[in-house]
DNA sequence: CAAATAGTGTCTTTAAGACACTATTTA
DNA sequence: TAAATAGTGTCTTAAAGACACTATTTG
């Protein structure tokens, strides 16, 4: 009872990336298909294993983040830790979840890193048919729920537009996200109202045929206050 | 560039635990004293690391629960991942942070395992001329804030409560959380509206000398709907 | 002109917050 | 009776949400 040879267990480190964007109006998640064993051939949320032991974990998120979706300067945010012994046979992984909210940008490139990678939206990835690898189903869901929430009380909606945006724009953003119908009218209202969340930036963008839309470009406030309000 | 001997790298895990609960109308933490290297002898969150390479991560943060606190049964959630290389001198540990919110109990009593542990104002703990191990005065600092803001919009104000307890008990767990004063009479308006967020319990209890108080207990309602606003 | 976005007005409902007041139940 | 909690009434203000409406700027 004096000596103790007892030593914590070493354990693996990995971070796992829901990464969500907007295309054609409805919400999508990068997937790749796994290239080895475990769970070889099936649909897995991008991620990794730490590189080193001196790597900080934002930046193994950050490293993935340009390596396997060619994306830089995204939003990136902790979302949780997710490690239950037995979700990877390899060993004990524990893997840091991060949420990245990027605008729309071109597909990935085949032939690069990132030629595996493919956007899904994210009701087909959580269709009960989908098989997702590991426990990424609960990581997708709960980054997907982090995103719902966030739109309310924070200035997170503009991370899914480029640099500027129309106010229309970003109401898809709530409808696609929330899944809801918004009056553009109170929408209007009420991100104007909503100081520092929004602010006017350059001239007008052309449409098709109608008057031209005012630009934005996200303002210095992530706290909404007012909130914006689920349906 | 056929065979890589890379491997990630294994890194130690470890729990910390921000363990709140009210003590005359004033949140406190549970704090105790580093008793080996590193920080030995400065003040620290209780914590440890995995026993095994098999023990699920909350199981772990129950096991210090009880050992370095003798609580059990009490509200726990993941609070987030700390994990800068350097901050342990001993090598490359990352921390899962919880949450623990305790009703108020005996003082740890002398002789067991939580001994050197000691509740302190959560103010004094936060206070410049505290010095905390490793980073967590972070860790507590988020914690504080993740408690303030679930008391908004969820029913966790009742785990500060024990399991019946009175209306304007409840009122001190805000008042204190926040750092503000309310109004009893709107306070009892709102906490009976929120359908769902406490029941009526048992018959009443004494006062030293007036009306009797009414017992309740927490309700089956998790999200509050209208949530409480904080002024 | 039509089309599309910009922007206002107004009504209803809900809730926050301030505060006066009455009712009940004990020592 | 005083003390303490229970519970109601009412006023003001802010905001959500519905929806009609006018204004502007293009092809």
């Known amino acids: 009872m004096a000596d103790d040879p007892w030593q914590p267990p070493l354990i693996l480190l990995a971070v ?27 649909l897995a949320l991008p991620g990794g294993f730490l590189r080193d032991e001196h790597e900080h974990i934002e930046a193994a998120a950050r490293r993935e983040l340009a390596e396997e979706a060619g994306l830089y ?3 990136l945010e902790s979302l949780g830790v997710y490690g239950e012994p037995g979700r990877d046979p390899r060993g004990r992984v524990v893997s840091v979840a991060y949420l990245a909210i990027a605008p729309r940008l071109p597909d990935p490139v085949a032939g690069t890193d990132a030629a595996h990678a493919s956007w ?13 690898a590991f426990d990424h189903r609960r990581i997708l869901t709960d980054g997907v729920e ?15 537009c480029a640099e500027t945006f129309t106010i229309s724009e970003l109401q898809q953003v709530y409808e696609a996200v929330w899944g809801v119908q918004l009056d553009p009218r109170n929408f209007y ?5 909503a100081r520092g969340f929004i602010v006017a930036d350059g001239p007008m963008r ?11 470009k ?14």
Not at 189 to 193: A, D, Y
């Open 146 to 160: 982090r995103a719902r929430g966030k739109l309310e009380y924070t200035a997170l909606a503009t991370a899914f």
């Open 16 to 42: 796992d990336l829901v990464i969500l964007t907007l295309r054609d109006a409805h919400l999508h998640v990068l997937l790749v298909e796994r290239g080895v064993d475990p769970f070889l051939g099936v």
């Open 218 to 231: 996200a303002g210095p406030v992530h706290e909404l206050n007012p909130p914006m309000t689920r349906p």
């Open 73 to 75: 300067d995204v939003h």
């Open 120 to 132: 899904t939206p994210v009701d087909d990835a959580l269709a009960h048919a989908t098989k997702l």
């Open 206 to 216: 052309k449409t098709p045929n109608g008057r031209p839309a005012r630009l934005f």
């Open 189 to 193: 209202r009420k991100v104007q109202g």
